[in-house]
């Protein structure tokens, strides 16, 4: 993972998705200002008027708002991503005891996600296309720097995104989610995972 | 077991390199019999220093993705590690868990479900509250400080910095084998276990800032 997953918004411009991946560093897409840790959590920022500041992570992350501002009707975010769709369980053993189940996930695929005010459009760059209505998700999480969905009969489907935050999506999919369940009178959602638990 | 015994005295060994490593309240982990240990999670080296750190072998819950791969797969069991599905309900790691403490072994769950992207204690995941209600086995608080600055969750890499590792007095938490009756025990059992993850939490914060101001 990455400090754009931390600062999913430029704590100094506050643009969305700002941070981007450089070549050592993160760069904010809007002010032109360079992410990089410093000492233990400390995050080292220089501007692009050349001053330099210090802070600790979790100073950086309180300057941030508490979640993405919902998009408008249309198209809300886009991204170029490696999506990966499980295709089945594999058991996991110690000794002859069954210790559980661990996904069995194909390929990454490259295309393009999209998220709107009602569901989350992939495209792939072979042309297919799959869409999940929000309305069917039943878990969103990040694992491991992939955002991990899963829609009712359907299996795991993750998303890395190469260059943006998969934390900006994760926060991004449960704002929509919140909007769309208290628009239909279905109450607050108190937990994403490992179901989305509404109240 | 040896791989297992082999990690634990690596770890214990290696540690230094890393950084100072404080630890107290170990004997509040019971030497003999079941026990949840129930910690908070700032760092993917949480569960391995705790694990080399407790002398007895210490059953971990770890998510599914950490067991995909050749190497992982084959190592995460070896190192006492069971899977647990975070994108659906998973009957199956309670049973896993209900099964080791039947055996009289130790289990370790980290109570905030995922790592702190901040380095700050966050809610508590509902399913593990309900698992120490279902268990009905002692409950040791264990607070993990300074490992945030090591590895955080947003960085590969480390970093050197002390770390402290704290251990409370063990809980005891009632048996409730009903799901309403869990359901309603729900809010006072998960404030009582974050009240207490936190003070050992908390405690082992300070005594990583007294030692910075005594240096």
């Not at chain 1, 100094?12 to 700002?18: R, T, V």
């Not at chain 1, 209505?133 to 039943?138: G, H, K, N, S, Y």
């Given at each position: 993972m990455a400090i754009r997953d931390l600062?999913?918004?430029?704590?100094?411009?506050?643009?969305?998705?700002?941070l981007r991946r450089g070549k050592h560093e993160d760069v904010c897409a809007g002010c032109g200002a360079r992410f990089r840790r410093g000492r233990g959590s400390e995050i080292v920022v220089e501007t692009a008027d050349g001053r330099t500041e210090r802070r600790p992570a979790a100073e950086w992350a309180a300057l941030l708002p508490a979640a993405p501002r919902p998009g408008g009707a249309g198209e809300w975010r886009r991204e170029r991503v490696f999506a990966r769709f499980a295709t089945g369980e594999a058991p996991v053993y110690r000794g002859g005891d069954l210790l559980g189940g661990v996904e069995r996930l194909g390929p990454p695929l490259p295309g393009e996600l999209a998220l709107t005010a009602e569901d989350l459009v992939l495209r792939l760059d072979s042309g297919e296309m799959q869409r999940w209505?929000?309305?069917?998700?039943?878990a969103v999480q990040m694992s491991s720097g992939t955002l991990q969905i899963k829609a009712r009969d359907e299996e795991l489907t993750t998303f890395r995104f190469p260059d943006g935050s998969a934390r900006l999506w994760e926060e991004s999919v449960a704002a929509a989610l919140r909007a769309r369940y208290r628009a239909a009178g279905r109450g607050d959602i108190v937990e994403f995972q490992p179901r989305i638990v509404a109240r | 077991m040896i791989l297992y015994r082999f990690f634990q005295h690596l770890v214990r060994a290696g540690w230094p390199l890393i950084g100072h490593l404080e630890v107290h309240?170990?004997?509040?982990?019971?030497?003999?019999g079941p026990f949840l240990l129930i910690a908070n999670h700032q760092s993917i080296l949480d569960p391995i220093l705790v694990q080399a750190i407790v002398r007895r072998p210490l059953y971990t819950m770890a998510k599914s993705?950490?067991?995909?791969g050749r190497v992982m797969g084959w190592l995460m069991p070896r190192m006492l590690a069971f899977p647990v599905r975070r994108y659906r309900v998973d009957p199956q790691s309670v049973r896993v868990t209900l099964r080791h403490l039947a055996r009289g072994d130790g289990v370790g769950v980290y109570i905030e479900g995922e790592r702190s992207w901040d380095g700050r204690l966050q809610p508590p995941r509902l399913g593990t509250v309900r698992l120490v209600l279902k268990a009905g086995v002692p409950v040791i608080p264990c607070g993990v400080s300074g490992t945030y600055e090591v590895w955080?969750?947003?960085?590969?890499g480390l970093r050197r910095a002390p770390v402290c590792v704290s251990f409370g007095a063990p809980i005891p938490f009632p048996k409730l084998d009903h799901r309403a009756d869990r359901e309603g025990a729900l809010p006072n059992t998960a404030a009582a276990l974050m009240a207490a993850v936190r003070e050992q939490l908390e405690f082992a914060d300070r005594r990583i800032e007294s030692r910075a101001l005594r240096r």
């Open positions: 600062l999913w918004s430029c704590p100094l411009c506050g643009l969305e998705g700002g209505p929000l309305d069917r998700l039943t | 309240g170990l004997e509040n982990v019971p030497e003999h993705t950490q067991f995909t955080p969750r947003w960085h590969r």
